[in-house]
């Protein structure tokens, strides 16, 4: 429980003396912020004393956000006939044929008997999962505690706020708290290691548009397009044929204000000036890639901007890394069958060549890639799609992956079946902090801080997943 | 003008209904006090102001012709909208009420009561914004007389005129800011009067019509939305009725469909027909556009209703995505409000206005709609309403919000049911009022004054609930939207697709081709990063609620919407594009810099009348003096020195913060 934090913070053997301080200074500061404090304003509160030990090695995150929540019952589908035939049942129209289906010949951590496929369009995918650098998380999603179907209809256990609501669960998702949250999860990983990179800057990185995920209470987004820092174009020569509206163009938007708007503004304009100018100059220097990506295929783009800024990471400086990128188009309630299937495509081609830059680059086992959503969707179908669900599969991807296998509990594949909250939404047997505080714990995140980032992940007994074996 | 004093026999005296009337203690006891004392009447040891706290006051708002004053209606700011201060207040009084205040004599201030007592036993004082009266002109009843704002028009009469700066901000309110004969017109009109003009102005070609005309709505383009831009910003850009294209496209933003999420023939028929719907009730009652958004069939493709059916007894189940979004997204939201739009908690924890089962029971209501006769080779049917097929429709029992509709209800009076529900929920005034105050006003009103916009959209003065014009007439006359904010997080970030419109406005932008050819501003990192009708989802560009993460903005517990949008790609891409539009036009649609010539050889004369158009004069000292320092070093011999002076001096000022957040 997020309210004994000092509690599960005892000092343990071997700690070095530095660090015992650090962490009773932490303490102190969490104990005089009180059990009422929100647990988000911690890190805040405890300012730059929030910093993980000291890193010598490079890892990175990176979170590839599927917008609009994605079709989990066609994206990771049962293959072995008995359950295939159960889905083609519910889903009817929408159900994909198994002759189709791309079968996922590994099946540790299914239950006997079951196999499971990926859809057809994930043939990339699929050879990053035979060659052990993929796995699959069934029934994900956003909980407060564990939950079972009868704690869930009788409302005994606490629920996450506004399930359904896509806004509202994209937001729980990237912060476990719904809209209006003001830090995320992943901007909380940064603000740990805030001090480990020279230019904190660089430490939460955004390709997408802006996502509460990547911002920390320290740790600010970092906004850069596909083809890298957006260039002011005033920074260099003259404008309108002068160099002092040049000049003038920099002073007016870069100065202060006591206008919160304003402020706030400034505070971005500066940051892009300084940081394009370094980032710029890190890219140029950078060995140019030879893994393709598909430059019709904005998640592609997005994910080779990363691959390029991970190549670039000595020269920024940089030993941890959060990153964010996205693909929009996944709440089809209607054109299911015509339009999951492109987009399913753009996501396995947009990984799998992201897969093959990282060990171009040889830092595979140093990159950890996973898929988050708003939420799953119903198997029953409405004729034409799906609606919104709950719990989901997703992937996670890299070289220190245990890949292969599949984490988690499968659901089973029914309507009003034991894991059904109605018509098909299955009830998360995983939750997103268990997810996020094992990636955590990959990245270096001790496990006393845990809390600091995932505040409810002391109701979970199993903290993390044997995602890295 | 009031002329005359009512002075007559006191009727009972009517408490006062909201406790914002009570005047504070400390003003009302020294206020009655020196009164007590003047005229001899005082009760010996009785301290008048115990009594008078006592008792309640009287509201007595005939007794000095606060409700004769055509500004009467304290929920709008008064045609002079400046409110009085105290001093003007009473010498007018004097002026007008002599036998009762006769004047001159001298104020006495006590806190924020500021009084005059005189020789007929009469005081009157204005406390806060009260103007209260006692003596015998009251029956020595201590009354509120009105509001400093019941008095301005009295008060400050036809020698009050509105500034150049207050209509240019006015302007950037109701419209898209303006040039300066907008700037003279609302100045010659006032703020109501201009704004009742506005409405009533006429409406220009529709976008299916033009579509049509220019040869768009042609097998052709079947699967593009070609035209569809230009038929947008033609009328965002040019046409006269620039107030119903403001809220049209703030509607937009409330009422989302996208281009990119429109997978139908004659989607760009579609998307024509949906705009000119919004701009059709734009001025109309929310009752009628909350059911033509409805049936549209923009709206049928974009959220599903098209063809959504009921369930099979198989597995498949009606589509729930309308029903969800509508109650979220379009009238109710998630949580239930008060009609100051805070929420309703319970243990503070915010309730929730439904549930899943109320979501799944309204599905069904909203199941048997579908095009009117889908043709391949003419978009006639993206012009009209879905019909309804009742063999599609779900026939069983349904209930949502707590009702409860027999099963075998008729589907067309369903659909009109649930819309009155939704239309009359106690939610849907402040939920939608608090939206159009952060499309044109600001970002953090006031609870008081989403009040006032709720009560607007609950009646007009017919009492007719949905009125859309009483509703703006209250979100842009309210004093909050007319008086400056001076607090530092108030007013809001202009959107960019909104300052892109202002600078075609204000400069007189114009299409040499009249095809306004002007594109898809999407782009971040090169463009706008936002461009009608182009959200990325039906959340639109960016949430009424959103904080921007780790900034003062969200310790401060601030909404800022626009700032979703905003980062250091768009920040940076934007200066860019408006370094080439404001100098090489939008594509072909070029400005029209030829009243700002004149004034090219005076850099500060230029800054000024820049900084009026765009900024309502918002940029300060220290902002012009850097811009005219750097213009003023420009040479200005030939036309192009003198065009890149004035292309120098309106970028400048686009790009500035003053100018970016509208105060």
Request: with cysteine.
């Amino acid at each position: 429980m997020r309210t004994e934090i000092s509690a599960s913070r005892h000092v343990t053997q071997g700690v070095a003396n530095l660090q015992r301080r650090e962490f009773l200074r932490r303490g102190a500061v969490l104990s005089a912020a009180g059990a009422a404090a929100p647990w988000a304003l911690s890190l805040s509160a405890m300012g730059e004393a929030a910093a993980a030990g000291p890193v010598n090695d490079y890892k990175a995150l990176v979170c590839v956000f599927l917008y609009g929540a994605n079709d989990n019952g066609n994206t990771v589908v049962p293959y072995d006939a008995t359950n295939h035939a159960a889905y083609t049942t519910i889903r009817a129209a929408l159900a994909t044929p198994r002759d189709q289906l791309l079968a996922l010949n590994a099946t540790t951590g299914l239950p006997s008997g079951t196999q499971m496929a990926l859809a057809p369009q994930m043939s990339g995918m699929r050879a990053v999962f035979d060659a052990g650098r993929l796995g699959v998380l069934l029934n994900v999603g956003t909980l407060t505690t564990p939950t079972t179907l009868a704690q869930y209809n009788a409302k005994s256990v606490p629920l996450p706020p506004k399930l359904f609501s896509h806004n509202d669960q994209q937001s729980i998702w990237q912060s476990s708290l719904a809209e209006g949250a003001t830090s995320g999860w992943g901007g909380r990983l940064g603000d740990l290691f805030l001090n480990q990179n020279s230019t904190s800057t660089f430490t939460c990185m955004n390709v997408s548009g802006n996502a509460v995920y990547v911002s920390g209470q320290q740790a600010v987004q970092y906004q850069v397009s596909s083809s890298g820092a957006v260039k002011l174009r005033a920074t260099s020569g003259s404008t309108f044929g002068s160099t002092a509206i040049s000049q003038a163009l920099q002073n007016l938007t870069q100065a202060t204000s006591s206008h919160l708007f304003e402020a706030e503004h400034t505070r971005i304009m500066k940051r892009a000036v300084e940081a394009e100018a370094q980032l710029s100059s890190a890219l140029a220097a950078a060995p140019t890639l030879i893994t393709g990506f598909n430059a019709a295929n904005s998640l592609a783009t997005q994910l080779q901007m990363v691959a390029r800024t991970i190549s670039a990471r000595t020269a920024l400086g940089a030993k941890r890394q959060v990153f964010f990128v996205s693909i929009g188009g996944f709440d089809l309630h209607d054109n299911l069958v015509t339009q999951h299937p492109g987009l399913l495509t753009s996501v396995s081609e947009a990984l799998t060549s992201f897969d093959a830059a990282l060990m171009e680059l040889g830092v595979a086992k140093q990159v950890t890639t996973f898929t988050a959503s708003d939420f799953g969707r119903t198997l029953s179908s409405n004729g034409d799609g799906s609606d919104h669900g709950w719990g989901s599969h997703h992937f996670v991807m890299g070289g220190a992956v245990a890949g292969g296998r599949f984490y988690g509990k499968l659901p089973a594949m029914a309507v009003n079946g034991p894991d059904d909250v109605g018509q098909g939404r299955f009830l998360p047997t995983t939750s997103v902090d268990q997810l996020g505080a094992t990636l955590a714990t990959w990245f270096g995140v001790p496990a006393s801080d845990m809390p600091l980032v995932f505040p409810n992940i002391g109701n979970f007994n199993q903290g993390t997943l044997p995602i890295f074996g | 003008m009031v002329a005359t004093a009512h002075i007559e026999e006191p009727q009972s005296a009517t408490p006062l209904a909201r406790g914002a009337q009570q005047a504070p203690l400390g003003a009302w006891g020294a206020f009655a006090a020196a009164s007590a004392w003047l005229t001899g009447c005082g009760g010996g040891g009785d301290p008048v102001a115990e009594r008078l706290l006592a008792q309640p006051q009287a509201e007595r708002r005939d007794l000095m012709g606060a409700l004769a004053n055509p500004s009467g209606n304290s929920r709008e700011a008064p045609l002079a909208w400046r409110l009085p201060t105290p001093d003007e207040l009473l010498n007018w009084a004097e002026r007008t009420f002599p036998s009762a205040f006769p004047g001159p004599v001298p104020s006495v201030v006590s806190g924020d009561l500021t009084y005059r007592v005189y020789s007929t036993g009469n005081a009157v004082g204005v406390s806060g914004s009260q103007v209260l009266v006692l003596g015998p002109i009251s029956k020595n009843q201590l009354v509120v007389v009105g509001t400093l704002a019941d008095f301005a028009n009295a008060v400050l009469g036809e020698n009050q005129v509105v500034t150049p700066t207050e209509a240019a901000r006015f302007l950037a309110q109701a419209a898209f800011g303006g040039s300066a004969a907008d700037v003279a017109a609302v100045q010659a009109q006032g703020f109501s009067g201009w704004l009742t003009n506005q409405m009533a102005e006429r409406r220009g070609q529709s976008h299916w019509d033009w579509m049509v005309a220019n040869g768009y709505a042609v097998a052709a383009n079947i699967n593009n939305v070609q035209g569809v831009e230009n038929t947008l910003w033609r009328k965002l850009m040019s046409s006269s009725d620039m107030v119903r294209q403001r809220v049209t496209l703030a509607l937009s933003e409330i009422f989302v469909i996208s281009l990119d999420g429109l997978p139908v023939q004659w989607r760009g028929m579609v998307a024509a027909n949906f705009m000119d719907i919004l701009e059709t009730h734009a001025l109309g009652n929310f009752r009628q556009l909350l059911e033509e958004v409805t049936l549209s069939p923009g709206m049928g493709v974009y959220l599903n209703m098209r063809g959504n059916q009921k369930a099979d007894g198989k597995g498949r189940e009606p589509d729930e995505n309308y029903a969800r979004e509508v109650m979220q997204l379009f009238t109710i939201g998630l949580v239930q409000l008060n009609p100051d739009g805070t929420p309703k908690t319970a243990g503070g924890v915010p309730l929730e206005t439904y549930t899943n089962d109320d979501i799944r029971g309204l599905a069904r209501v909203f199941t048997g709609w579908d095009f009117d006769r889908f043709s391949a080779s003419v978009p006639d049917h993206a012009g009209r309403p879905m019909v309804f097929t009742a063999s599609r429709h779900s026939p069983e029992e349904k209930k949502f919000l707590g009702m409860t509709l027999p099963a075998g209800t008729d589907g067309v009076g369903e659909l009109k049911t649930a819309l009155d529900a939704l239309f009359n929920h106690p939610n849907t005034g402040p939920f939608i009022g608090q939206q159009l105050i952060q499309r044109l006003v600001c970002s953090n009103p006031s609870p008081a004054y989403v009040a006032r916009v709720a009560a607007a959209f609950a009646r007009n003065e017919q009492g007719v609930r949905g009125d859309m014009q009483a509703v703006l007439r209250a979100v842009l006359l309210d004093t909050e939207a007319r008086t400056p904010s001076t607090k530092p997080g108030g007013g809001k970030l202009r959107e960019p697709m909104v300052r892109f419109i202002q600078w075609a406005r204000t400069f007189g932008a114009y299409s040499p081709t009249e095809l306004w050819n002007v594109g898809n501003q999407s782009s971040a990192s090169t463009r706008l990063g936002q461009s009608p009708l182009r959200s990325p989802s039906v959340f639109n560009f960016f949430r009424p609620g959103y904080i921007p993460p780790g900034t003062s903005l969200g310790t401060a517990g601030l909404a800022a919407p626009e700032f979703q949008i905003t980062n250091e790609s768009t920040v940076v891409g934007y200066a860019n594009w408006m370094q080439t539009v404001v100098s090489s036009g939008a594509g072909e649609v070029k400005a029209d810099y030829a009243s700002l010539l004149l004034l090219v050889g005076d850099a500060g004369a230029l800054f000024d009348q820049v900084n009026l158009l765009l900024a309502a004069g918002q940029l300060g000292a220290a902002s012009r003096a850097t811009i005219v320092s750097a213009v003023g070093s420009m040479a200005s011999a030939t036309d192009t020195n003198r065009l890149n002076r004035i292309y120098a001096t309106v970028w400048l000022v686009l790009c500035a913060p003053e100018y970016l957040v509208q105060k």
